[in-house]
C-alpha cells in the first residue's frame, strides 16, 4: 500500500513524488560527473548499484591529493530558486514497520566517510520557469555545494557537546513533547533541531549553519553561469 502524502509539487504518493526527486537529483549529478569531478579527482567511479547507495555510496574517488573519499551525495533540489541558510543531517525517522530507526548521518550501516551537499541556488530555462519534471542541465544556472568529512561533521557538533547519545535523548525529547521543546538556536547555539511533520517517515534532524559548512569543508565548489569556482582547504 502506498502511503498517501501530498508534496509541494502536488503529488499524491510519497513513492510518485520520491520518484521524481530521484529523477531531478540524477541530472544534478550528471551534471558534476561532467564538469566537477573530473577536476579534483584522479579516479571517480559513480554507484549504481541501490543496494550500495542504501549504504550511502554515490561515489568513491580519490582527489589529487592522494585523499580517498567514499561519498554520499545529498542534493537540495526540491528546495530549487530558494535560498537554503542550513543543510538538515537525518537524526532518526519512523521506517515503513512504524519503528524507530537511525537516519543516514547516525546508522551504523552508512560505510560512506563523507558527503557532499549540493544545494542548486537556480534552475529555470530561457523563460524563467522551473519545471521538476522535465529540468535539464542546461537550466542549472547556480549551483552551490561543499566536500564535507563525516569525521569533521561529528567533531564539530561534539565540540558543541552534541554526543550520539545527547543527540537521541533530544530526538526523543521532540517526539514526546511533539516539538514543543528547545531545539536550538542557529546563531546562539550553532545547530538546530527539527521534525519533518509533514514526511511519512516524520524525521528528526540536525541543522547545521552553511557558513559552519564551508568552514568544514575539504572543497567548496560555485557555479555560477557557465562559471566555476573550485576552493580546496589542506
Request: hydrophobic content about 30%; aromatic content about 14%; some cysteine.
Amino acid at each position: 500500500m502506498q502511503t498517501k502524502y501530498k508534496t509541494p509539487y502536488g503529488y499524491n504518493s510519497y513513492e510518485e513524488y520520491r520518484g521524481w526527486d530521484n529523477r531531478a537529483c540524477k541530472v544534478v549529478n550528471d551534471f558534476l560527473d561532467e564538469n566537477f569531478y573530473p577536476y579534483i579527482t584522479k579516479s571517480f567511479k559513480r554507484t549504481e548499484k541501490k543496494d550500495k547507495q542504501v549504504q550511502g555510496i554515490d561515489c568513491v574517488f580519490a582527489d589529487r591529493y592522494h585523499n580517498h573519499y567514499i561519498c554520499d551525495e545529498k542534493s537540495a533540489v526540491k528546495w530549487t530558486n530558494k535560498t537554503l541558510k542550513t543543510h538538515a543531517f537525518e537524526l532518526q525517522f519512523i521506517n515503513r514497520a512504524g519503528k524507530l530507526q537511525l537516519g543516514w548521518f547516525l546508522a551504523d550501516n552508512q560505510v560512506n566517510n563523507s558527503y557532499n551537499l549540493i544545494y542548486t541556488d537556480k534552475i529555470y530555462d530561457d523563460e524563467g520557469d522551473f519545471d521538476y519534471h522535465t529540468f535539464t542541465s542546461e537550466q542549472i544556472k547556480e549551483l552551490h555545494g561543499y566536500v564535507i568529512k563525516k569525521e569533521k561533521l561529528k567533531a564539530y557538533l561534539y565540540s558543541l557537546g552534541l554526543t550520539e547519545e545527547k543527540m537521541l535523548e533530544k530526538c526523543k525529547e521532540i517526539r514526546e513533547t511533539d516539538g514543543k521543546c528547545d531545539m536550538g538556536d542557529i546563531e546562539k547555539d550553532g545547530y538546530r533541531f527539527s521534525i519533518s511533520k509533514q514526511l511519512p517517515e516524520k524525521p528528526t534532524n540536525i541543522l547545521i549553519d552553511r557558513n559552519m559548512l564551508d568552514v568544514l569543508a575539504d572543497y567548496t565548489y560555485i557555479y555560477n553561469k557557465g562559471n566555476w569556482s573550485i576552493t580546496h582547504k589542506k
